[in-house]
């Protein structure tokens, strides 16, 4: 009795994003290694995620500016049953939600700090990790 060759399934791709016309510029300023975010033209606030109305007074008008890197840790999980198989030979990963100095919410891996050493309020910075010429995710890293 014969068997059929055995192949190895294909590895599980990374899921992306894919920019709109409202984050273009935030995904462009990552590529470069810059943190841009969207403004509100109307009350100045920062708004993250990018979005085409302002939460905060509704205007569709906004500008984009660069802001910094650092933040703070507002809450975290650890990750051991990922949302998607690319991400199952990492687990348990950390994710982070980051009250960042502009005065945003962002999420992100949190990478370099064991899970025991966490805690809210900790330093961090934003770091910048190329996937591909087009695409380049943010993660976090201690301060």
């Not at 910094?68 to 198989?85: D, E, K, M, Q, Y």
């Amino acid at each position: 009795m014969s068997t059929a060759p055995t192949s190895t399934p294909p590895a599980p791709e990374r899921p992306l994003p894919t920019p709109t016309r409202e984050s273009q510029p935030y995904w462009d300023g990552l590529r470069e290694g810059r943190l841009i975010l969207q403004h509100c033209a109307k009350c100045e606030k920062a708004r993250h995620y990018p979005r085409p109305i302002c939460p905060h007074c509704f205007s569709m008008e906004s500008t984009w500016r660069e802001a910094p890197l650092a933040g703070r840790i507002h809450s975290w999980t650890v990750c051991h049953h990922p949302f998607n198989f690319f991400f199952k030979s990492m687990a348990p990963y950390v994710v982070a939600l980051v009250d960042m100095e502009a005065g945003v919410r962002v999420n992100a891996p949190l990478r370099g700090m064991a899970e025991g050493t966490l805690k809210i309020g900790a330093p961090v910075r934003l770091a910048f990790e190329p996937v591909t010429k087009d695409v380049t995710l943010p993660y976090f890293v201690a301060a």
